[in-house]
């Protein structure tokens, strides 16, 4: 079967840019960027997501600050190395970019209806999934899933569940297959480290609005009946 890696991993974004674009690296002569992009939630509160893209999106897009931008893409994953150190850098890398202009006599309603965040991921766990219950008896679980992406790479993405979907997690073994609807979200915490010193943090992970698992007998079946019509 062939893998579709656009599907296993798509995101949409609608935001605001909120820091600038800066130099980020270069692969065969192609300069990629780095810039963040604050994206509303139905609450009211913000979430700032780093968004890398090639120079060869950027001809005819307008980046400065403020400006309401629609993204595109797949959210990833890359080790980096610090003091030697491997931390996981996660980033939306963005495929398509459309600057939105905004109609002044656009309802409220109209714009709420617009999807501002919303990603799918299909790939395997790859840590028994933690659950834990807060103070207040919130039930969360923490996903860590593997995305496969193009020339045998994977992507490592931090997902959390809650309620019903983090009971769910409890049971599923390493080396699921799932398929995630959700939405992509930071968070900062602060890290201690040895010397007592404390360092402010920003976490990405993808919030779980629903999960599934992927019944790999049911779709092999479902091929075979096809072919045989």
């Given at each position: 079967m062939v893998t579709n890696f656009l599907e296993n991993n798509h995101l949409v974004l609608v935001g605001n840019v909120s820091k600038?674009?800066?130099?980020?690296?270069e692969i065969y002569g192609e300069k990629f960027y780095i810039f963040d992009l604050e994206v509303p939630r139905l609450s009211k509160a913000i979430d700032v997501i780093p968004i890398t893209v090639s120079e060869r999106l950027l001809t005819n897009i307008d980046l400065s600050l403020g400006k309401k931008l629609a993204v595109e893409g797949q959210f990833r994953s890359y080790n980096s190395y610090e003091n030697e150190?491997?931390?996981l850098i996660l980033t939306v890398f963005a495929k398509d970019i459309t600057e939105i202009?905004?109609?002044?006599?656009e309802s409220?309603?109209?714009e709420k209806q617009i999807v501002s965040n919303e990603v799918t991921l299909v790939g395997y766990v790859c840590k028994k999934p933690i659950y834990r219950q807060t103070p207040f008896?919130?039930?969360?679980?923490d996903v860590l899933l593997a995305v496969n992406r193009a020339y045998n790479k994977s992507d490592y993405i931090?997902?959390?569940a809650w309620g019903r979907n983090a009971r769910f997690c409890q049971n599923i073994e390493v080396g699921t297959e799932v398929k995630i609807l959700?939405?992509?979200q930071s968070r900062k915490y602060e890290k201690k480290h040895e010397d007592g010193s404390v360092e402010n943090r920003v976490a990405y992970e993808v919030s779980v609005s629903s999960m599934e698992i992927i019944?790999?007998?049911?779709?092999?079946?479902?091929?075979?009946?096809?072919?045989?019509?």
């Open positions: 600038e674009k800066t130099f980020s690296h150190k491997n931390r202009v905004e109609d002044e006599t409220s309603e109209e008896d919130r039930e969360i679980a931090p997902c959390i959700g939405r992509v019944d790999k007998k049911e779709d092999e079946e479902q091929v075979e009946n096809q072919d045989a019509i």
